[in-house]
Nanobody, 127 residues
Framework: QVQLVESGGGLVQAGGSLRLACAAS????????TGWFRQAPGKEREFLAT????????YYADSVKGRFTVSRDNAKNTMYLQMNSLKPEDTAVYYC????????????????????WGQGTQVTVSS
């Protein structure tokens, strides 16, 4: 199994920045890719970004492209999400997830693509 723990959430003013981290432990050698999702109250969990752990290939949702950057440090088994120009509508619980298999043509943008999830970290953006 893989355990994931998010950190770095908090309260920030609109226009500000936050950097989230997702630390993986356990069978980290089995991780092929990790992703970030978020869920606002009353809304479905939304895909944000994903990164492959070997090649570092990334893919972003249109809603965050240009503002958010996903990266990883394989030596630390940690993935990051740098969030800039934050807006009140970015307020949500942010989750990281991992998957152990990459499939041709599958970008890893749905909840069903992932095997393990963290507990989430709250991000609140005030106006």
């Amino acid at each position: 199994q893989v355990q994931l723990v998010e950190s770095g959430g908090g309260l920030v003013q609109a226009g500000g920045s936050l950097r989230l981290a997702c630390a993986a432990s356990g069978r980290t050698f089995s991780i092929a890719a990790t992703g970030w999702f978020r869920q606002a109250p009353g809304k479905e969990r939304e895909f944000l970004a994903t990164i492959t752990w070997s090649a570092g290939r990334t893919y972003y949702a249109d809603s965050v492209k240009g503002r958010f950057t996903v990266s990883r440090d394989n030596a630390k088994n940690t993935m990051y999400l740098q969030m800039n120009s934050l807006k009140p509508e970015d307020t949500a619980v942010y989750y990281c997830a991992s998957r152990g298999r990459l499939r041709v043509g599958n970008l890893g943008t749905t909840i069903q693509d992932y095997d393990y999830w963290g507990q989430g970290t709250q991000v609140t953006v005030s106006s």
